[in-house]
């Protein structure tokens, strides 16, 4: 069910697609229960910016930029705004910066939290992207692939200390559930396998089970 649900969104909504797949890849996989949310529509000085998926962990929260690209190479450096996609035979887009939309989401959500809270920025790409990333000496950006996320999202927040209690987390999770972005068809995570279900607006969220001890 949840392969048939993946593939079905990759093709008929690939940006929704690659947020399930990069939450799917968390599941099971955090070092503590936590708070997810998908698809926020955060308010900015000129409009508003979208985070496609935020996870509040006792350790901070972790702003994830997901790019459901496959069969390709990203090449891009992190001082500058425009990124390349390549594809074979020469095929390929320019892009904006993910370093730097997703040091623009942080910002906004800085902002909007007002609260002094640690950050960290997640860039996860399709499995099959060959990523050829200049980074900067002071980037802190974490570039993965689905397949690893899981791995790499455990590892940041077992070299971090804790910084929220439960009630803390709580509180952040109610202040940002709100800015949920409405959709007719949206997924939620139940007892039953993984499905397509009209529900009522905002209720894109969920609790990550934490990792098997």
């Known amino acids: 069910m949840v392969e048939e649900l993946a593939h079905y969104m990759t093709y008929e909504n690939p940006g929704l697609g690659g947020e399930f797949i990069a ?10 229960p936590c708070r997810c949310l998908w698809n926020l529509e955060v308010p900015k000085k000129n409009g508003h910016t979208q985070v496609d998926l935020l996870v509040i962990h006792t350790t901070g929260i972790y702003v994830l930029e997901s790019k459901n690209y496959s069969k390709c190479r990203v090449c891009g450096d992190e001082k500058e705004k425009d990124w390349n996609v390549v594809y074979p035979k020469g095929r390929g887009f320019s892009m904006y910066s993910t370093y730097l939309q997703n040091e623009g989401h942080m910002e906004a959500l800085r902002d909007y939290v007002d609260y002094p809270v640690p950050m960290k920025s997640i860039v996860v790409y399709g499995n099959r992207v060959n990523l050829q990333i200049k980074r900067t000496a002071s980037s802190k950006t974490v570039y993965c692939h689905y397949n690893s996320l899981g ?3 455990n590892e940041h927040a077992r070299q971090r200390k804790p910084c929220l209690d439960d009630e803390e987390v709580w509180l952040l999770y109610q202040l940002l559930r709100p800015l949920l972005h409405c959709a007719e068809h949206i997924i939620t995570w139940r007892k039953t396998p993984w499905s ?4 009522p607006p905002g209720a894109r969220d969920s ?4 990792a098997r001890a």
């Open 196 to 199: 397509i279900a009209s529900i």
């Open 207 to 210: 609790t990550l089970k934490p």
């Open 23 to 32: 939450y799917m890849a968390l599941e099971g996989q955090v070092s503590a």
């Open 151 to 153: 791995n790499v999202m």
